[in-house]
């Protein structure tokens, strides 16, 4: 079992930046994978980013590239995502989520709460 734990959510204004963290216990040894989600009121659940857990290969979708960056601090089983250039079409619950034991993401955080204002 993995243990997600997000922080890092609120309101900023467009423009501005904020940083995720999600922080993983448990067994972290069976991590493969961890990604952050989104899912903006009315619309469904889309993967932003997500890093490969032991060679920190990257991915982000399109509409964040360049904005916001993915990271994984090992030592303390912790996963960030930087968050630049906030627009109010990025307002959303973000999730954190582990891929683990080569199946899907089977893992997932309570979610938190980002708001950008126009």
């Known amino acids: 079992q993995v243990q997600l734990v997000e922080s890092g959510g609120g309101l900023v204004q467009a423009g501005g930046s904020l940083r995720l963290s999600c922080a993983a216990s448990g067994h972290t040894f069976s991590i493969d994978a961890m990604a952050w989600f989104r899912q903006a009121h009315g619309k469904e659940r889309e993967v932003v980013a997500r890093i490969i857990w032991r060679l920190s290969n990257t991915y982000y979708v399109d509409s964040v590239k360049g904005r916001f960056t993915i990271s994984r601090d090992n030592a303390k089983n912790t996963v960030y995502l930087q968050m630049n250039s906030l627009k109010p079409e990025d307002t959303a619950v973000y999730y954190c989520?582990?891929?683990?034991?080569?199946?899907?993401?089977?893992?997932w955080g309570q979610g938190t709460q980002v708001i950008v204002s126009s």
């Open positions: 989520a582990a891929q683990a034991d080569g199946k899907g993401y089977n893992y």
